[in-house]
């Protein structure tokens, strides 16, 4: 922000800082243990009278000196320069509050290099008592910078009373300092030991050489207890968060973690091996694979440290990217690019929105993520995103994750930043091939005759839309099965509901009629749901053409679980098949035909995020590269084996864990019921963006393929987060029920997301809580509010796919199917949702809208008995 | 783009400026006397080695004996310097160094490499056999390619006029070579160097209680260089002087009576010590020297000054008084110069305790 931002690609991310600060805190800590190696060693020369002890502790200082001179002093300067040049911002906050810290360290380092000298050129010329005095304060030297240095490191990642009072001695002395001190004291006399390794292996003479081998082997074994008790104490002194993200929700530490516990016993074992007799040549190169061991264990501590502190490069006041926390807010409102200093395209256009997006890159992300570089590789991480998808999942980071700091700048920089990845790092500029649709001409309605028709047939489907997953090979979340109802009425002034001596037959249209050509589901529904199926048959037994089920008590006829998927038999994409349905005698004679959709869709929105093409026909069908990354992700972060139980042949239905009250063949399990899950973890990544967050996974873009958020609710220009609330609050209601039904996993869910709108998210069971139409239709009233959250139907029985009027007949016979209320506007066709009542009246609007009464009792009425205010002309005509 | 937009905002100080432009100026003096000697030896090394491939003579063996000495006192005592220039001069300086920042990166890697040779020239001088010569032209080309990289960096940092050239080359790769100044100042430093290196070889031909007729071949061989390179220095020093630009050179001129006496002072005092050279009185040129370095360590300041005034000064960075750390190093620093004294002088005893055995 304050400072220019010097541009790497493979070397982004820190890789410099990574390389400089292991390598130089390795060999700076053997220069600390070391110096307390000599002086014992020297000690132990006089005590025993060895002259061969002194001799190796004089040539043992001369390794020391030329590695901690050249290597180690210089490094350290090295590290210096590398800070200033990646993260001025930090590096000046540091240097300006710890100047004279720095100062004090400087002094000690000249007093360590006068001794070091001097040791080295008067061993065996200088008096063996003041000799010793000379050792002893280069290691006291040498000890005293690692306190004070360790005193600046150790803020950066536990600050203390320092955020709140800025005095130098709270930040100094902050809650890690000791434990953190201690850590590293005892590292360094361990690292005394490993390296000792090396000038030892290389005694000539046998039995010296197993007897000092076996020496440096107590140096580097007697601490490591303490060694072990002090990152124990240090862990601890973490606050309580910090530690939980390094231990329990940082995929990328895992790794340096799990190495870290593996090194420990191999370090061990390795000293207890260099205890052996075993011969020289065999020796020596076991001493440098142990250095080098010892290496990567203090580069897995490192970096876990590094690691743990992100977002931040100072806890709690500065993120990574110089970022102050309380400036963000304004940089997004001003724009990132306005409010740096060093950014060239203050404004950004078509021409230079690629390089913006580079400008916004060095800003906000290069700190810890590479281009094509071993760290944080930006390319990897952003591989499967379309531009939609990842625009929506920057404006999320960081929250959840907890360890990346928040997008600061505006819609149109977070746009051009995705430009830059998707466009230039991906180099998907290629157009997107055009979808192949079927949209067909206006159906044929089936004829109704208002004077001599004695029958009035209507049908409807439960949902607005029934979305399915087709890469059945890999996961499901629901088997294919749509449901129809229809219900018989012999019209008269006091109209009758036929359910007896009438057979109703339903057939969905031939184009659609070879589901199992096209999607592997009976392959593998065993492993899904449990059984086999014969090909094109639904869970409940029912094909694609047959007869409805007779009611056992009431009138409605069903026939569910119908197993339709939306590709043509020419593979082409048609999320809104036909059925005809038909009510005849037994002998055989029709009584009425009516025609009606059975919207399905299979364009789920996972690509977005977990790759890009689609499977079927450029427009919808998750492909099974997706539905693998769906996988993969869920195994990262949810420690499951998914990916090899797919490839295995054993594909799972999420349900199977993530059980909710709707199954009701199991009890609810751990997990989160699924519902509550995905929302809840995807609101931490796609929240924040109104409906633009819904239709980033559900079919209803109304630039998509499905455009299923069709009905009259869309017309008069409310979208989901009118009745379902921001995706936030949404998943908050059901989180909140999880919660309180005791499940653990929700409290982290929870805290994560923010509500949007209501201060207190009322809880909700998945499927069977939703909006209540009548909380705005106010006793079917016209409505004075257009928006309502929070108030749920009390049960499933409340729902509008599950009541009905005053006198029996289901909602949605009359109004259609939710998001695709009368009139229904859809994208295959006008009126391709309105057959029915465009049959039955002429009019696209609820069946009996508009004084149609006649349409069943062949009258005018003059009693509101459906429900009230249903006399009267419909409200908003087309 | 108007480049005072550029210059990013200081962050508070601990205490009152002042203190850190003491700090600022006594280390940087006294990392110049010991970079000089360093950078001067291994010139002159060079030039020895050169000149006698099959076999360096004494005094060539004793400079190589004390480069790494020198090197890691350099690198030590700029440290200091380093850090107060950060606190007073950070925003300039950060931004400089990451304009060149591979370069000023490869500093280290420099710096370790020839570091590393000037202990392998001494330690492996005779194994090294024909190698030598390469060694030490990588060992003292490295050092001379630091003072490069140092003097693109600090007369960088003083051009935020030339800071916009970011925009089009963001990767580090930037210099400061457009700059008039940035090649006499690099030469004037390289001279001073091997003047100051030319002394260093003369006294130790004084300390090293070698025959007086060695003794006095060293002064000779030593003030040869010291008076050459200080004649050179002349005519560089004034190339130096006259690339200033003209606003800032007329502070030397007569504008400034502080400026102006400072320069005069400092060039008289060069020509006292180039005199008293010739004359091969070796402490007072030695005096003179020091003096005259000090002079123009402060003259460099006054530069730095009058480079940034249109943009900043010190003074107006703002106080956030917090002084008990500063008490802190002072003290540290008695009883480390105090720790320091001891450790010497135990040295210089070493072996002449009677009685004593050294083992």
Redesign the interface.
């Known amino acids: 922000m304050n400072y220019p931002i010097w541009q790497l690609d493979y070397a982004g991310g820190g890789l410099l800082i990574a390389l400089i600060a292991v390598f130089h805190v390795y060999i700076s800590h053997f220069a600390i243990g070391g110096g307390l190696f000599l002086v014992l060693t020297e000690m132990k020369g006089y005590r025993e009278d060895s002259p061969a002890i002194l001799a190796y502790t004089r040539q043992h200082a001369k390794f020391f000196l030329l590695l901690s001179m050249v290597l180690g002093g210089m490094s350290g300067v090295g590290i210096w320069f590398t800070i200033a040049l990646l993260n001025p911002g930090a590096t000046s906050l540091l240097i300006h509050n710890y100047v004279f810290a720095w100062a004090v360290e400087w002094v000690f380092f000249l007093g360590e290099i006068v001794a070091l000298f001097i040791y080295y050129y008067t061993f065996g010329t200088m008096a063996r008592r003041q000799h010793l005095q000379i050792g002893w304060l280069y290691f006291i030297f040498a000890w005293l910078s690692l306190f004070v240095i360790n005193g600046i490191i150790s803020f950066m990642l536990t600050p203390g009373e320092w955020l709140v009072t800025g005095n130098f001695w709270d930040g100094f002395f902050n809650p890690g300092f000791w434990p953190a001190l201690f850590f590293r004291t005892f590292l360094a006399m361990m690292l005394a030991g490993l390296f000792g390794f090396i000038t030892s292996t290389s005694l000539q003479d046998d039995r010296f050489r197993e007897n000092m081998v076996r020496y440096c082997g107590l140096w580097l074994l007697t601490p490591f207890y303490f060694f072990l008790a002090a990152a124990y104490w240090y862990i601890h002194s973490l606050p309580e968060p910090t530690r939980d993200l390094i231990f329990n929700r940082m995929p990328e530490l895992v790794p340096f973690i799990k190495a870290f516990c593996w090194i420990s016993p191999v370090i061990f074992l390795g000293g207890l091996l260099m205890a052996i007799r075993l011969p020289g040549r065999v020796k020596r190169p076991l001493a440098g694979l142990l250095l080098l061991i010892g290496l990567v264990y203090m580069g897995c501590f490192e970096f876990i440290r590094e690691g743990g502190r992100r977002p931040y490069i100072i806890h709690g006041h500065t993120y990574s990217n110089a970022i102050r926390p309380e400036a963000v807010e304004k940089i997004s409102a001003t724009g990132l690019l306005q409010s740096a200093k060093w950014a060239k395209h203050k404004e950004i256009t078509e021409e230079n929105q690629l390089a913006a997006g580079r400008e916004i890159f060095n800003l906000l992300c290069l700190p810890c993520h590479s281009i094509n570089g071993p760290l944080n590789d930006i390319v990897q991480l952003t591989a499967g995103y379309s531009v939609a998808g990842l625009a929506t999942r920057i404006s999320c980071i960081g929250k959840g994750d907890g360890y990346m700091p928040p997008f600061a700048g505006n819609d149109v920089e977070r746009l051009a930043l995705t430009n830059f990845i998707v466009k230039e790092l991906h180099n998907k500029n290629k157009q997107q091939a055009a979808a192949h649709l079927f949209r067909p001409p206006p159906p044929t309605i089936p004829p109704f005759d208002r004077e001599s028709d004695d029958y009035v047939l209507l049908a409807w489907t439960d949902f607005g839309i029934h979305t399915i997953t087709d890469s059945d090979a890999d996961w499901s979340f629901r088997p294919p099965g749509s449901n129809l109802y229809a219900l018989l009425i012999k019209r008269d002034p006091t109209p009758e509901r036929v359910s007896e001596r009438v057979i109703l037959t339903y057939m969905v249209e031939s184009s659609h009629a070879d589901p199992a050509a096209r999607v592997k589901f009976w392959q593998y529904a065993k492993q899904l749901i449990g059984r086999d199926l014969p090909p094109n048959t639904g869970i409940f037994g029912k094909k694609l053409m047959g007869i409805m089920n007779r009611p056992l008590t009431g009138s409605i006829f069903e026939a569910r679980g119908l197993p339709l998927l939306p590709y043509t038999e020419n593979n082409a994409y048609q999320p809104y098949p036909l059925v005809t349905i038909t009510a005849m005698t037994p002998a055989g004679k029709i009584l009425a035909t009516t025609r009606t959709v059975l919207p399905v869709s299979t364009e789920v929105g996972c690509k977005n995020c977990h790759g890009d093409t689609w499977r079927m026909a450029e427009a919808a069908g998750l492909d099974s590269k997706t539905a693998r990354n769906v996988l993969a992700a869920h195994d990262k972060l949810s420690n499951t084996r998914l990916v090899a139980e797919a490839a295995a042949g054993r594909p799972v239905m999420c349900q199977s864990c993530h059980r909710g009250n709707s199954d009701r063949n199991r009890a609810p399990g751990k997990q989160l019921n699924l519902s509550a899950a995905i929302h809840g973890f995807h609101a931490i990544l796609l929240g924040d963006l109104g409906a633009e967050s819904c239709y980033t996974c559900h079919a209803a873009d109304p630039e998509g393929n499905t455009r299923f958020y069709r009905g009259i609710h869309k017309e008069i220009g409310l979208d989901c987060t009118n009745c379902h609330g921001p995706l936030e609050d949404h998943a908050l209601s059901l989180l909140l029920a999880e919660q309180a039904a005791g499940k653990e996993r929700a409290d982290f869910l929870i805290k994560a997301l923010e509500a949007k709108s209501s201060p207190e998210v009322q809880p909700r069971q998945a499927w069977a809580q939703q909006p209540d139409c009548l909380n705005c239709h106010e006793n079917f009233a016209p409505p004075e509010v257009d928006t309502t959250f929070n108030q749920w139907t009390s049960d499933a029985t409340q729902l509008f796919r599950n009541r009905t009027d005053e006198v029996g007949i289901p909602c949605g016979a009359c109004h259609g199917a939710p998001h695709a209320l009368y009139p229904a506007t859809n994208f295959y066709g006008k009126n391709r949702d309105n057959l029915v009542p465009l049959q039955y009246q002429k009019q696209p609007y609820p069946v009996g809208a508009n004084h149609q009464c006649r349409v069943c009792h062949r009258q005018d009425m003059e009693d509101e008995m459906h429900h009230p205010n249903s006399l009267r002309r419909f409200r908003n005509p087309r | 783009m108007d480049a005072a ?10 205490v009152s400026w002042g203190w ?1 432009q003491l ?1 600022l100026l006594l280390t940087f003096f006294l990392h110049l006397l010991c970079m000089n000697m360093m950078l001067g030896s291994a010139v002159i090394l060079l030039v020895k080695q050169l000149r006698h491939p099959a076999q360096l003579p004494p005094a060539g063996r004793e400079l190589a004996g004390h480069l ?2 020198l090197i ?2 350099a ?2 005592l700029g ?2 310097p ?3 220039l ?2 007073l001069y ?2 300039f ?3 400089s ?3 060149m ?1 591979v370069y ?2 490869a ?2 890697a420099i ?2 490499l020839a ?2 040779g000037a ?1 392998l020239y001494n330690l492996k001088h005779d194994a090294l056999g024909k190698r030598r010569n390469q060694l030490i032209i990588l060992v003292t080309g490295g050092l001379v390619a630091i003072a490069f990289i140092f003097s693109n960096n600090m007369s960088m940092m003083l051009r935020p006029d030339t ?1 916009p050239r ?2 089009d080359q ?3 790769t930037l210099l400061n070579l457009a700059d008039p100044t940035l090649l006499p100042r690099w030469l004037h430093f390289i001279t001073a160097a091997v003047a100051t290196g030319g002394l260093y070889l003369a006294a130790g031909g004084r300390w090293r209680r070698l025959e007086p007729a060695a003794a006095a071949a060293r002064v000779t061989e030593g003030m040869h260089w010291f008076v050459g390179a200080t004649s050179v220095q002349l005519g560089i020093g004034t190339w130096f002087f006259f690339s200033l630009p003209d606003h800032i050179r007329q502070l030397f001129t007569g504008t400034s009576t502080l400026h102006t006496g400072l320069l005069l002072t400092g060039c008289l005092a060069a020509l006292i010590s180039l005199g008293l050279g010739l004359a091969k009185r070796l402490w007072p040129t030695i005096g003179a020297t020091i003096a005259t370095i000090l002079i123009m360590v402060l003259i460099r300041d006054l530069v730095r000054r009058a480079y940034l005034a249109p943009y900043f000064s010190p003074d107006s960075l703002v106080v ?1 008084p ?1 002084y ?3 008490v ?2 002072w003290l ?2 008695l009883l ?2 105090g ?2 004294a001891y ?2 002088r ?2 210089l005893n ?2 002449k ?1 009677s009685g ?1 055995t ?2």
């Open positions: 937009a550029l210059i990013p905002l200081p962050d508070t100080i601990p850190f700090l790494p000495f890691a006192f690198v030590n440290v200091a380093l850090l107060f950060q606190v950070g925003q300086i950060y931004t160094s990451i304009l920042g000023w990166l500093v280290v710096l370790i570091y590393g202990y800071w970011y925009f963001p990767g580090g956030a917090q008990s750390p500063m802190i190093f540290a620093l480390g110069l720790i320091i450790m010497l135990l040295a070493a072996g305790e004593e050294p083992s």
